[in-house]
């Protein structure tokens, strides 16, 4: 009775709180009376208690949809400094059109979604963006994360150990709802829901779209070695606990024993680097033979991917190769969550991002690292637990009679693709500590250094994409914000310019960051322009139509993402240690002729940039662009810290 009853309050809470979490008028007025009052009132009703992580789901508020005379107005102002006067004058031209045709019966069909569905967007992101997409997953779509600066140890089977049972113990924290909720602002709740993708999931590949397949609770998970694989249970027979290190390391070295010899026919894995047609094509052809059926199901209903890689990567650009590619065959990208551990003790992962975003991953690595234990010898601590009865490891076998010169011709067309990528992975002491100093904001500051370095090596500006979280909403995902401005525009130009004056440089730079920094809440907010605009699209295809002029227009249809960049979170649990900490991850060029840049603030001293291009673009140069980077890094510096004592001296 009385547990009843404490749940049904609870849910009164919580819709009371799901309509206080509505208003995101605090981040831009974050001192007014309304926004302290609001404040006050969602710490009154949320109470003090942490509910943990899935314990917050009917209190997260709907994912709002903007107004569409709004999202154009925005959408104008990022393409019009990327555009001639003629071309901007002919989009505003298309744009008013749109909001006096198409437009509001578009709108209108978004609105009956949003009223049917809690994220109206979640579908059409999901379809569009991945599960339609025929391109290889590795470069083009997968994400890694690296380790930390210095390695425990130097055992690949005792850090394999460490990490596997501290991702399991990740994943039953999560599903016994053991795990605090992260909170923005210690009172804020963020959606959790890709952490239920994160353990048991896999993207199984199809002729013209894929699916994604969920195991809700995994019992296993798979070790890859030498292209053999191996079913490993998480739990013990005796009294269902999770494997303890010392047991791991136990099965690890057993495999290691027990695969001297690359697998015959080749490994599979070679496969799911190609595009996702031909793949599945084979992927249908495998699942025809029991044997290799049995195999492929039991890689698709474990938690995750354990891979046991033979390289010794040292140097940081050798590290986020390995883990964004591997070396052609010996990783498996359609598994959601692929954990990889070096022969040297490098520790790593490779992400299918379908499902998932990186502040999903960044925690859940932040957890795996933190609490490894090792001697100072590097050895796995004395156990206390007497020895107990597991299942064996079970090695799955393949018959490939008829698939050997596929998987040659993928392995080679793989190393091919490799070949092409452009790594450059820089870091600078320069970090968020100093930028605060210097009363700016870290995040628009390094947006401005990256428009920077891109103008000065290349002479033109680029639409950019930054990563944004809107995960204060329901199955929140992301959003983009667009950085670019007429005031970043005006900033790039003029600070080589010694005729210009300072004061008038560093006021475009300010201006530059405080429009990033707007259109950043707008994006969190859910207020953005390209979620929007894409759910506009994909309601202009139910009529099997040509699309409305707006999305032919070349403001959209011919501007690319040439710079895509996302900030790495970091900091997302209150263990977090500078020694412990994750130096970041990184992620392909989403154009061919542009570069991927991600970056991740390391404590309040050090920013890390992971920068990837292509090499069959002549024009792009990951190495130049990181000089390029770390230069405009000086050069903003010296900028904002000569104003800031000149400002000093006239007080």
């Given amino acids: 009775?009385?547990?009843?009853?404490?749940?049904?309050?609870?849910?009164?809470?919580?819709?009371?709180?799901?309509?206080?979490?509505?208003?995101?008028?605090?981040?831009?007025?974050?001192?007014?009376?309304?926004?302290?009052l609001w404040a006050l009132a969602v710490k009154l009703?949320?109470?003090?208690?942490?509910?943990?992580?899935?314990?917050?789901?009917?209190?997260?508020?709907?994912?709002?949809?903007?107004?569409?005379?709004?999202t154009m107005q925005k959408y104008l102002k990022t393409v019009k400094p990327l555009l001639t006067a003629e071309q901007y004058a002919s989009t505003c031209d298309v744009v008013d059109r749109f909001l006096k045709t198409e437009g509001p019966k578009l709108q209108q069909r978004l609105e009956m979604k949003r009223c049917q569905s809690r994220n109206w967007l979640e579908d059409i992101w999901l379809?569009?963006?991945?599960?339609?997409?025929?391109?290889?997953?590795?470069?083009?779509?997968?994400?890694?994360?690296?380790?930390?600066r210095t390695r425990p140890t130097e055992s690949r089977s005792n850090r394999a150990a460490m990490v596997?049972?501290?991702?399991?113990?990740?994943?039953?924290?999560?599903?016994?709802?053991?795990?605090?909720?992260?909170?923005t602002m210690k009172m804020i709740p963020m959606c959790n829901n890709g952490y239920r993708y994160a353990f048991g999931c896999h993207r199984v590949p199809g002729l013209e779209e894929d699916s994604l397949?969920?195991?809700?609770?995994?019992?296993?998970?798979?070790?890859?070695?030498?292209?053999?694989?191996?079913?490993?249970?998480?739990?013990?027979?005796?009294?269902?606990?999770?494997?303890?290190?010392h047991e791991w390391k136990e099965r690890l070295e057993y495999i290691e024993q027990h695969s001297d010899e690359p697998v015959e026919g080749g490994n599979v894995g070679a496969l799911t680097g190609q595009d996702r047609t031909t793949w599945s094509?084979?992927?249908?052809?495998?699942?025809?033979?029991?044997?290799n059926s049995a195999a492929l199901e039991a890689i698709e209903t474990a938690a995750f991917l354990l891979i046991l890689d033979d390289s010794k990567p040292e140097d940081n650009n050798a590290v986020a190769r390995c883990f964004m590619m591997g070396d052609g065959t010996n990783r498996f990208f359609d598994k959601i969550f692929q954990m990889v551990i070096c022969d040297n003790g490098e520790p790593g992962t490779n992400i299918e991002h379908s499902p998932t975003d990186a502040t999903i991953w960044a925690r859940?690595?932040?957890?795996?690292?933190?609490?490894?234990?090792?001697?100072?010898?590097?050895?796995?601590?004395?156990?206390?637990?007497?020895?107990?009865?597991?299942?064996?490891?079970?090695?799955?076998?393949?018959?490939l009679d008829g698939f050997v010169d596929e998987i040659e011709t993928a392995r080679q067309n793989n190393l091919e693709m490799f070949s092409t990528v452009d790594k450059s992975v820089i870091y600078t002491s320069f970090g968020k500590g100093a930028m605060k100093r210097l009363k700016v904001s870290p995040d628009g500051f390094t947006q401005m250094v990256i428009q920077l370095a891109y103008y000065r090596l290349h002479r033109k500006f680029s639409l950019t994409y930054e990563s944004a979280s809107t995960r204060m909403f329901y199955h929140g995902r992301t959003e983009t914000i667009r950085p670019v401005s007429e005031s970043s525009v005006q900033f790039c130009k003029t600070i080589d310019d010694p005729a210009v004056e300072r004061c008038a440089v560093v006021k475009s730079l300010k201006d530059a960051i405080r429009?990033?920094?707007?259109?950043?809440?707008?994006?969190?907010?859910?207020?953005?322009?390209?979620?929007?605009?894409?759910?506009?699209?994909?309601?202009?295809?139910?009529?099997?139509?040509?699309?409305?002029?707006?999305?032919?227009?070349?403001?959209?249809?011919?501007?690319?993402?040439?710079?895509?960049?996302?900030?790495?979170?970091?900091?997302?649990?209150?263990?977090?240690?500078?020694?412990?900490?994750?130096?970041?991850?990184?992620?392909?060029?989403?154009?061919?002729?542009?570069?991927?840049?991600?970056?991740?603030?390391?404590?309040?001293?050090?920013?890390?940039?992971?920068?990837?291009?292509?090499?069959?673009?002549?024009e792009t140069d990951s190495t130049k662009f990181s000089d390029h980077l770390l230069g405009a890094m000086d050069d903003v510096r010296s900028l904002l810290e000569t104003s800031a004592g000149a400002e000093e001296r006239r007080r």
Wanted: glycine share 8%; hydrophobic share 35%.
């Fill in 1 to 36: 009775m009385l547990s009843s009853l404490y749940t049904w309050l609870w849910r009164v809470r919580c819709t009371i709180l799901s309509y206080l979490l509505s208003y995101t008028g605090w981040m831009k007025q974050p001192k007014s009376l309304k926004t302290q």
């Fill in 45 to 70: 009703v949320g109470g003090s208690r942490n509910h943990g992580i899935k314990g917050y789901d009917i209190a997260i508020p709907s994912l709002p949809l903007p107004n569409l005379q709004s």
């Fill in 127 to 148: 379809k569009m963006v991945y599960m339609q997409s025929r391109g290889p997953l590795v470069v083009f779509s997968n994400i890694y994360c690296v380790g930390q």
């Fill in 164 to 183: 596997v049972h501290h991702a399991t113990q990740f994943m039953t924290l999560y599903q016994k709802n053991k795990l605090p909720c992260f909170k």
């Fill in 213 to 245: 397949r969920l195991t809700e609770d995994p019992r296993h998970i798979v070790v890859m070695y030498k292209g053999h694989y191996y079913k490993a249970g998480i739990f013990a027979e005796d009294d269902g606990s999770l494997v303890t290190p």
């Fill in 281 to 291: 094509k084979q992927y249908l052809r495998l699942r025809d033979n029991p044997v």
């Fill in 364 to 399: 859940i690595w932040e957890y795996c690292i933190h609490h490894e234990q090792y001697t100072p010898d590097g050895d796995l601590p004395p156990s206390e637990k007497p020895s107990r009865r597991l299942a064996g490891v079970v090695k799955l076998p393949w018959e």
């Fill in 515 to 618: 429009v990033q920094t707007d259109r950043k809440l707008d994006a969190v907010s859910g207020l953005g322009v390209d979620r929007h605009m894409m759910g506009l699209y994909a309601m202009s295809l139910m009529d099997g139509t040509t699309p409305p002029e707006l999305f032919r227009d070349a403001a959209w249809s011919s501007l690319q993402f040439d710079l895509s960049t996302s900030q790495t979170p970091t900091k997302l649990a209150d263990f977090w240690t500078m020694e412990r900490c994750c130096l970041g991850g990184g992620f392909g060029p989403v154009s061919p002729t542009g570069y991927g840049v991600s970056y991740i603030f390391n404590g309040e001293d050090r920013l890390y940039y992971f920068v990837s291009s292509l090499k069959t673009c002549p």
